[in-house]
């Protein structure tokens, strides 16, 4: 079976971490692009973090940069984000997605571009 699952979310105090895991099983994901993506209730889903298949290359929006990092494991066909110094306004629903081969800095982060998508986990970020 083709699919992506995400896992790692919960409910962290603010300033805490959590590692989100995105595994896929069915195929692998040495020739795609990866992204992070989040929703929270109300709002718009927002590309967060991607990495690209070709050389690794990360990007990062805006709004986690310098708090979340972004890595793959191939050999464990598996993409990694780990979160640090969470905040409130980080809670969401978290989900990975596929995309083609070397999207770039301008689509990377785009959701439309995204092809194959996990159903997603929850990140509670309160005290």
């Known amino acids: 079976q083709v699919q992506l699952v995400e896992s790692g979310g919960g409910l962290v105090q603010p300033g805490g971490s959590l590692r989100l895991s995105c595994a896929a099983s069915g195929f692998t994901l040495d020739y795609y692009d990866i992204g992070w993506f989040r929703q929270a209730p109300g709002k718009e889903r927002e590309g967060i973090s991607c990495i690209s298949a070709s050389d690794g290359t990360t990007y990062y929006a805006d709004s986690v940069k310098g708090r979340f990092i972004i890595s793959r494991d191939n050999a464990k066909n598996t993409v990694y984000l780990q979160m640090n110094s969470l905040k409130t306004e980080d809670t969401a629903v978290y989900s990975c997605?596929?995309?083609?081969?070397?999207?770039?800095?301008?689509?990377?982060?785009?959701?439309?571009?995204?092809?194959?998508w996990g159903q997603g986990t929850q990140v509670t970020v309160s005290s």
């Open positions: 997605a596929t995309g083609d081969y070397g999207l770039g800095r301008l689509k990377c982060l785009t959701p439309a571009e995204y092809d194959f």
